[in-house]
């Protein structure tokens, strides 16, 4: 699960920095050992919807609260695609199979700089099987090495230190915390930040550093 403020179900579509000639990702499928990263059809609204309904979804996203179904057909129908459309990002569900085992988003795209922000979320029942982990890798390195970006960013609150695990294992570097950044439903968080650049693909997954979020212990968002 990303940044509380940057990602979700719900959220108003942004504008882009449309300083290049190419300024939309190519709208593909990507397969991992275990998940197909696919566009959301109308077939995984019932899913979107129980996942961002979730107490501890809710937790760490400040979605529309109650969240209803048409939040979750407008976010499967609409908002998606226009983050697609509009340049800012891609949207992709995490396809289990038959099933939704939750959405990878990239957003905030920097065409000029080449730089953009990783955001997900898992469904409740999938959590704990290291699937987000795998999706956030091989987005990232998609994202860095065959589509010519410089720097991949994610961000995550630092009492979410489940997500920040998966930033971790996913091979991204701890950088920092960003001070009362993030807003949730109880209020404004520290948000902690995670990157990767070319040059981490050729490390694999870091080994945890204790002086980040993720490096303790806790089942907040087992993703």
């Known amino acids: ?68 179904r048409a939040h979750a057909e407008d976010f499967v129908g609409r908002w998606a695609p226009a983050q697609w459309s509009s340049g800012d990002g891609i949207v992709r569900a995490l396809g289990y199979g038959t099933e939704l085992a939750g959405v990878i988003d990239l957003k905030r795209t920097d065409w000029r700089q080449r730089e953009t922000e990783i955001g997900y979320w898992a469904t409740p029942r999938f959590r704990g099987l290291g699937l987000m982990t795998e999706a956030v890798a091989a987005l990232a390195r998609w994202l860095l090495a065959e589509q010519g ?3 991949a960013e994610l961000r ?41 650049i070319p040059s981490d693909l050729a490390l694999g997954t870091r080994a945890p550093d204790p002086s980040h979020p993720g490096a303790a212990r806790s089942s907040a968002i087992p993703s």
């Open 149 to 151: 970006f410089e720097r």
């Open 156 to 196: 995550a609150a630092t009492g979410n230190t489940a997500s920040a695990r998966v930033a971790i294992k996913a091979g991204f570097g701890y950088e920092g915390v960003a001070r009362n950044a993030g807003i949730v439903h109880d209020g404004r968080v520290d948000l902690a930040i995670y990157s990767m």
């Open 1 to 68: 699960m990303g940044a509380p403020n940057r990602t979700g179900p719900g959220w108003k579509d942004r504008s882009v920095n449309d300083h290049s000639a190419r300024t939309r990702f190519p709208d593909v499928l990507l397969r991992t050992e275990r998940l197909v990263l696919r566009p959301l059809n109308e077939s995984d609204i019932d899913a979107v919807l129980v996942a961002a309904s979730d107490p501890i979804t809710q937790q760490w996203l400040p979605l529309p609260r109650p969240y209803t």
